[in-house]
């Protein structure tokens, strides 16, 4: 994107995570392999100048930058995400991850981390843990997000890792989480294949449902989510790369290339809301001053 066209309206990354992660989880060697991501970036660690340094770069005014736990450790800390949120708190935003086999004290350190830090919500990828979110598990947690007026990310489809897919499916497991807790906000991330239908079809029926584009290059998206974003879905769709697997300049430019003015692509007046306004209003994030960002370029 030229630099006088960076930052016309916010563009809002719902799914990010700290560069580093290639290496930090094995599992995800194979994804990033395949979406040819870099690896200065994917298995290196970088400060947050660095990381806003690639968003101004790409002209994404705002990220959800989340923690990543596993059974019996915690990968990247809600501690180590603070860092981030605490040096830029207008511009980063944290995502907390919890252990899951420690409900009372998943439920204390989601609190902690979304009062004391400023946290927007809650992450949890079920591969890791092979749970669906249906499972108990997950209860305490859904209750205290309700309580704390909090989305719950997690991510539907198929696993890219040699993990078992289906605890990805949005149909039984996302549908019935939210019959059982429709005060819950839900943000499924990764759009869903091979069951994007699904996806769609469950943020359809459900009021606080919604989708993320992440994992996915805007050259690739389905065509249902595509359909949903351009009509009734068009407050329900947010733009996502799952960073540091797609890098935010390409996965921008390509939006710009393949979906913006284009016969099969975003009509004009979604592509606002979905590049970040309908992330900002469910995330309840800030604004952030598009004009100051843009005289810093």
């Known amino acids: 994107m030229p630099t006088h066209l960076k930052f016309q309206y916010p563009i809002v990354d719902v799914w990010a995570n700290l560069p580093g992660l290639g290496t930090a989880i094995p599992e995800v060697a194979r994804l990033f392999a395949y979406s040819h991501a870099d690896p200065a970036i994917a298995d290196q660690k970088r400060s947050p100048e660095e990381i806003i340094a690639l968003m101004d770069e790409a002209g994404v005014s705002q990220i959800c930058l989340s923690a990543w736990s596993r059974p019996g450790k915690m990968i990247f800390s809600n501690a180590e995400v603070a860092k981030y949120t605490r040096a830029y708190p207008e511009r980063i935003f944290g995502l907390a991850a919890v252990d899951l086999h420690d409900p009372v004290g998943a439920v204390k350190e989601l609190e902690h981390y979304i009062k ?35 989305p719950f990310l997690t991510q539907v489809g198929h696993t890219a890792p040699a993990c078992p897919s289906e605890v990805g499916r949005p149909i039984p497991y996302i549908d019935t989480v939210a019959l059982k807790f429709p005060e819950l906000k839900i943000i499924m991330g990764h759009i869903g294949y091979p069951w994007a239908a699904e996806t769609v079809g469950v943020a359809w029926k459900h009021k606080n449902v919604y989708i993320d584009t992440s994992a996915w290059s805007p050259k690739y998206y389905a065509p249902e989510l595509i359909t949903f974003a351009n009509t009734t879905g068009k407050d329900k769709v947010m733009f996502g790369t799952n960073f540091p697997q797609l890098g935010w300049k390409a996965c921008v430019d390509n939006v710009e290339a393949h979906l913006v003015k284009q016969k099969d692509g975003l009509r004009e007046h979604v592509v606002e809301g979905f590049m970040g306004g309908n992330a900002i209003r469910v995330l309840k994030l800030p604004s952030v001053n598009l004009g100051q960002l843009r005289s810093n370029l």
Not at 123 to 138: I, K
């Open 116 to 150: 004391a830090e400023g946290f927007v919500g809650l992450r949890v990828v079920p591969w890791l843990w092979n749970l669906p979110p249906s499972d108990a598990h997950y209860w305490p947690l859904f209750v205290k997000c309700i309580e704390l007026d909090i």
